[in-house]
């Protein structure tokens, strides 16, 4: 199983940015996806989620209205675009794959770095 995320860099608050997770060795269809971040000192908290099948998402509040998790299960591809950045969202972004009965993998991240 491979998570590769993508996407991150430095931008100014109130910038945009979208992240990708590209996804091998899994049946993509078949796994609920989602991001979670982890700030420097801070515990790694679920920011956005959606399901297989029918595609139902979550949000973290935090994070409500501003971002937006989807999936193209054709091209095995995982995105969360990212709007309204503020400097509490800098963090590492990573990607998790989970399939019901096969278990759950993790990407390495991708680091997200919003200025004032």
């Known amino acids: 199983v491979q998570l590769v995320e993508s996407g991150g860099g430095l931008v100014q608050a109130g910038g945009s940015l979208r992240l990708s997770c590209a996804a091998s060795?899994?049946?993509?269809?078949?796994?609920?996806m989602a991001w979670y971040r982890q700030a420097p000192g801070k515990q790694r908290e679920l920011a956005a989620s959606?399901?297989?099948?029918?595609?139902?998402?979550y949000y973290a509040d935090a994070v409500k209205g501003r971002f937006t998790i989807s999936r193209d299960n054709a091209k095995s591809t995982m995105y969360l675009q990212m709007n309204s950045l503020k400097p509490e969202d800098t963090a590492v972004y990573l990607c998790?794959?989970?399939?019901?009965?096969?278990?759950?993998?993790w990407g390495q991240g991708t680091q997200v770095t919003v200025s004032s």
């Open positions: 060795g899994i049946t993509f269809s078949d796994n609920t």
């Open positions: 959606i399901t297989s099948g029918a595609g139902s998402t």
């Open positions: 998790y794959a989970c399939e019901l009965y096969r278990g759950c993998s």
